[in-house]
């Protein structure tokens, strides 16, 4: 379909058999170095507990984290998400008493 080149826009990858919003946007910040959020259940869980979102589908997710992340930021915030979740706001055994956001998560207040 595309002469053996990966595509470089998420309605492209996404016709492609087993790429969905995640992988595409994956692919356009880390290969193309385009803007892209990566919304998966991390960024998903972490935005809700620190008020960045109020939504839980990772398209709508998407929509509200385009809005306040420069387009610049956006992929490499999604990446900083990861390890954030992994040292801190883990789904289970936070690590509130220790979270460097402590002061602004809406989830602790």
């Given amino acids: 379909n595309f002469g053996g080149e990966i595509p470089d826009t998420i309605e492209k990858l996404t016709t492609l058999a087993g790429i969905g919003r995640k992988t595409a946007n994956l692919v356009m910040g880390d290969v193309f170095h385009k803007p892209a959020v990566v919304t998966d259940t991390h960024c998903i869980r972490i935005c809700g507990r ?60």
């Fill in 50 to 109: 620190l008020g960045l979102t109020k939504n839980k589908e990772p398209a709508k997710v998407e929509e509200d984290l385009r809005k306040i992340l420069p387009p610049e930021r956006s992929s490499d915030f999604c990446h900083r998400l990861v390890l954030f979740g992994r040292e801190y706001c883990k789904a289970r055994g936070e690590r509130c008493s220790k979270c460097p956001l402590l002061d602004i998560c809406v989830s602790r207040k």
